[in-house]
């Protein structure tokens, strides 16, 4: 009687066994093929949307005007000598003047900065050969002149303290954060009536923006410029009559709506 129980405990073991087992193939079955289904979904939308939303793009710009209130220039000396030593104390003691009347009008150390030195020989074409005639000293200044109504007259003392090259004269804006501001705001209004007028002849209603990107165009104003070689325009003179003129700065915009 025990032995028949538990043989017929053993079977119905089995059979419950074999019945959890057929269950669980099952569900991986239906799980695997879940998943398949969903992979071959994601495959099948790789690199694209779902739905593909009408769109217009609108390009415009703004532009705002404005006096430069910063000026740059370069001023430099060049000395010409037999030796080394005699181009470097003659030019030093040029361009050390020129520092000393600079600063008198105002001009900051921060805003002198030397941005070139060199010494180079130089040599003299004579009986079919060269012949080495003395040696170059050049250094060279940028100034940054935060009052533009002394240019004139700092260009006037930089000739009369023996500068012989004068260049690379900029107009600029130093702060140009609230008139890039303003012209972007101009630029976005300009897009925007650009878009409704498209709209309207389109016969489409301009719904959310999507994107937005912009650029800014700040060109600067070069104005005097002069170089001479050798005593050139050292010993002064009549003032340079120098012009500001206005500065232009421009946002540009590009703006993509959704259409309906």
């Not at 007028?197 to 209603?205: C, F």
């Amino acid at each position: 009687m025990c032995e028949t129980n538990i043989d017929s405990c053993k079977m119905w073991a089995h059979r419950i066994g074999g019945i959890i087992l057929a269950i669980l193939a099952i569900c991986l079955s239906v799980f695997l093929v879940l998943e398949a289904r969903n992979l071959i979904k994601a495959y099948n939308y790789i690199g694209k949307s779902e739905q593909t939303p009408n769109v217009v793009t609108i390009s415009a710009e703004g532009k705002v005007t404005a006096v430069p209130n910063v000026a740059t220039v370069q001023i430099g000396t060049t000395t010409l000598r037999p030796t080394v030593a005699d181009a470097q104390a003659e030019n030093t003691k040029k361009m050390n003047d020129i520092i000393a009347a600079v600063k008198k009008e105002g001009i900051a150390d921060k805003d002198i900065k030397t941005s070139d030195y060199s010494i180079y020989p130089q040599y003299d074409w004579n009986g079919n050969k060269n012949v080495l005639s003395g040696y170059n000293v050049n250094q060279t200044l940028t100034l940054k002149i935060r009052d533009t109504k002394k240019i004139n007259a700092i260009l006037k003392l930089a000739g009369e303290k023996g500068a012989n090259s004068i260049s690379n004269l900029n107009f600029e804006i130093d702060d140009q954060d609230a008139l890039k501001e303003q012209a972007r705001e101009k630029a976005i209004v300009n897009a925007k009536e650009k878009a409704e007028k498209l709209a309207k002849s389109l016969g489409v209603k301009l719904d959310k923006i999507i994107s937005f990107s912009e650029s800014t165009d700040v060109p600067i104003y070069s104005g005097y410029s002069k170089y001479a070689e050798g005593a050139g325009i050292g010993g002064g003179g009549a003032s340079p009559n120098i012009q500001t003129g206005e500065n232009e700065i421009k946002v540009f915009v590009n703006i993509t709506y959704e259409i309906l």
